[in-house]
């Protein structure tokens, strides 16, 4: 008797996180269910209308998994009616400090701790990392800032071993490297 997950977003949306991960079986049975807008409950003959607006969200170059065969080409064009690319933290590096600033206060509000700011040295190096894990790594490094942090400000030594150890990007720009003769 339990509706679910499409059932209960009817007239709303539905959040699917991480689709490039959903097995093939899993596949077929959510493609099913976005070209027919029915559900039909486990164990029930009778199916049911429903009215959802779907987000998928995914880390993987879904085209590529259509390329390899392990993800369907009808449910990729099912899915992609509006695109939205959000480039990798590492390729939004103005991104980082707004997102760690925020993401330091929901951590110190969620452990009850008055961790408020962070060390200049430690926006530097923030800005610094490349981020391989995105914005769920930042989280994580924040959370471990706030639960380490000694006084209302996060230092370098609250931050995860690789954050601290990261070296600056080499950031030349083309047509600015010189041979070594020519300098």
């Given at each position: 008797?339990?509706?679910?997950?499409?059932?209960?977003?009817?007239?709303?949306?539905?959040?699917?996180?991480?689709?490039?991960?959903?097995?093939?079986?899993?596949?077929?049975?959510?493609?099913?269910?976005?070209?027919?807008?029915?559900?039909?409950?486990?164990?029930?003959?009778?199916?049911?209308?429903?009215?959802?607006?779907?987000?998928?969200?995914?880390?993987?170059?879904?085209?590529?998994?259509?390329?390899?065969?392990?993800?369907?080409?009808?449910?990729?064009?099912?899915?992609?009616?509006?695109?939205?690319?959000?480039?990798?933290?590492?390729?939004?590096?103005?991104?980082?400090?707004?997102?760690?600033?925020?993401?330091?206060?929901?951590?110190?509000?969620?452990?009850?701790?008055?961790?408020?700011?962070?060390?200049?040295?430690?926006?530097?190096?923030?800005?610094?990392?490349?981020?391989p894990g995105n914005?769920?790594?930042?989280?994580?490094?924040?959370?471990?800032?706030?639960?380490?942090?000694?006084?209302?400000?996060?230092?370098?030594?609250?931050?995860?071993?690789?954050?601290?150890?990261?070296?600056?990007?080499?950031?030349?720009?083309?047509?600015?490297?010189?041979?070594?003769?020519?300098?």
């Amino acid at each position: 008797d339990r509706p679910g997950l499409f059932e209960a977003a009817n007239t709303g949306t539905l959040l699917l996180d991480e689709v490039g991960e959903v097995s093939p079986a899993m596949q077929v049975k959510l493609l099913r269910v976005l070209q027919e807008r029915e559900v039909r409950r486990v164990g029930e003959n009778r199916t049911r209308r429903v009215d959802v607006r779907v987000l998928a969200a995914t880390n993987r170059e879904l085209t590529l998994g259509v390329q390899a065969g392990s993800f369907r080409q009808d449910l990729y064009y099912r899915l992609k009616v509006i695109e939205l690319r959000v480039p990798p933290l590492r390729e939004r590096k103005d991104d980082v400090l707004p997102l760690a600033r925020v993401l330091l206060a929901e951590s110190a509000v969620r452990m009850k701790r008055k961790v408020s700011s962070l060390a200049p040295a430690v926006a530097d190096q923030l800005v610094r990392y490349v981020w391989p894990g995105n914005v769920r790594e930042l989280e994580n490094a924040m959370e471990r800032a706030v639960a380490l942090a000694q006084g209302s400000r996060v230092e370098m030594e609250d931050l995860p071993e690789e954050v601290r150890q990261a070296m600056p990007a080499p950031a030349a720009v083309l047509g600015t490297v010189q041979p070594l003769e020519e300098v």
